[in-house]
């Protein structure tokens, strides 16, 4: 696959670049009320390595960057090394052909049907074959340092799948500089099992009503509200929460995101804590970054767990899928705003 084109575009003090593989949004320059730039996404620093190393690895790692649709949201495969809660039901539950990590419109290219350069149209067909028929978005800029984001997922038969937005951003350097804050947290449930075994350093399985004391397999508890965290580590965690926002604070360039979405429509945040936590390519313990992604999804775990009316999320009421109806439109928000040391707008 030859390197993707991206899209550039720029309204007032907001600019940026979408590629068309995966329609992936990043980088993007946000020019602060003092004059100061600050680009608040993760781009993978493999994205430039030999075309000979890339075609080794999925189209959606290729070219990873800040903030993308997956539909459906999470893996192809079938997890079974999951704990025995989480395997009941699963025969009873049919699966979609989509061979995908995060879906088909993440891994290959979109349309580009923007019509100015000061906003990005794009659309996507998807397989015949496939309950999804089409998807389109579109990404614009309001006059106070917000992106704003349109998705319409068009279907040709009533259908659950698991959906989600799949937003990535950079963290300082120094562990405790960056800080989440989520007014509305309500319970956070780790993954059933280590995400990296020999590297995740959170106990598995567990509920938590207290995002600053995650229990750790050591037995300590750690603080996920502080980051970077100290550790080389690959987390997930999903966040039960009444609204739908986030907000991420750099203390070392002294800005805020805040990032705002319908909490019906995605009622749980995952967080991927990527930590430098994994070796091989193309991560190479070089990847460092908070994923904070708004979800109905059952972790990453797929169609199947998704769909499993028997799998515990469900049990405890979380929503892990979406009905979509024909033509469902989601719509959030990322803005950008300076904050001084003390983390005060």
């Known amino acids: 696959m030859m390197r993707s084109k991206a899209i550039h575009f720029r309204n007032g003090r907001v600019s940026g670049d979408v590629s068309l ?12 009320p003092d004059n100061r730039a600050v680009q608040p996404f993760s781009v993978a620093p493999w994205i430039q390595d030999p075309r000979a190393l890339l075609d080794t690895i999925p189209p959606i790692l290729q070219n990873m960057r800040g903030e993308w649709p997956c539909v459906p949201f999470g893996v ?12 009941q039901g ?52 309001s006059n106070n340092n917000q992106l704003d984001f349109d998705l319409v997922i068009e279907t040709d038969e009533p259908v659950e799948l698991p959906i989600g937005i799949h937003t990535v951003f950079k963290l300082p350097n120094k562990p405790g500089r960056g800080k989440l804050i989520i007014d509305s947290f309500k319970k956070a449930h780790t993954f059933p099992v280590s995400v990296e075994a020999n590297t995740s350093v959170l ?28 550790d080389d580590t690959e987390e997930l965690v999903l966040l039960e929460l009444s609204e739908g926002t986030v907000k991420l604070q750099n203390y070392d360039e002294l800005y805020e995101v805040v990032f705002t979405w319908d909490i019906k429509q995605f009622p749980s945040c995952l967080l991927w804590i990527s930590n430098c936590g994994r070796e091989s390519y193309p991560w190479n313990k070089r990847f460092q970054a908070i994923g904070i992604e708004p979800i109905a999804a059952a972790f990453d775990l797929g169609v199947i767990h998704s769909r499993n009316v028997s799998s ?34």
Not at 21 to 32: H, I, R
Not at 312 to 341: E, W
């Open 21 to 32: 593989l995966g329609g992936m949004l990043g980088p993007a320059e946000f020019l602060l």
């Open 76 to 87: 192809p495969e079938l997890r079974t090394d999951l704990p025995t809660e989480w395997l």
């Open 90 to 141: 699963l025969d009873s539950v049919e699966s979609i052909n989509d061979a995908f990590v995060h879906g088909f419109s993440a891994n290959h290219v979109w349309t580009d049907l923007s019509t100015s350069s000061q906003e990005v149209a794009l659309a996507i067909n998807y397989p015949p074959d496939h309950p999804v028929r089409k998807l389109s978005r579109t990404i614009s800029v």
């Open 203 to 230: 106990e598995p399985n567990q509920q938590v009503g207290d995002l600053k004391r995650i229990l750790r397999l050591d037995g300590r508890s750690v603080d996920l509200t502080s980051l970077p965290l100290a």
């Open 312 to 345: 515990p999320l469900q049990k405890m009421a979380i929503k892990t899928s979406c009905s979509l109806t024909g033509h469902d439109r989601f719509s959030y928000q990322i803005a950008v705003n300076s904050i001084d040391a003390q983390g005060r707008p």
